[in-house]
């Protein structure tokens, strides 16, 4: 399932770009392509553990005793 999440990132990254060449600016395919690759980053940093949280259980830790 990671994977997947860079593929969308890439996927969305190159549609957006196309989306945005050209004379004709097409605007569907550029937010198809930023909703693409929001979704991919938005995936990947769910995976990503806080660092407050570690910080927290170690502040916690330390009250207990």
């Known amino acids: 399932m990671k994977y997947l999440n860079y593929l969308l990132i890439i996927i969305g990254a190159f549609v957006a770009m196309y989306g945005k060449s050209g004379l004709e600016q097409n605007q569907y395919v ?8 929001m979704i991919g980053v938005y995936r990947l940093s769910k ?6 949280d570690e910080d927290e259980d170690a502040v916690d830790d330390g009250k207990n005793n």
């Open 47 to 52: 995976t990503i553990p806080s660092k407050n």
């Open 30 to 37: 550029l937010i198809g392509g930023i909703v693409l690759l």
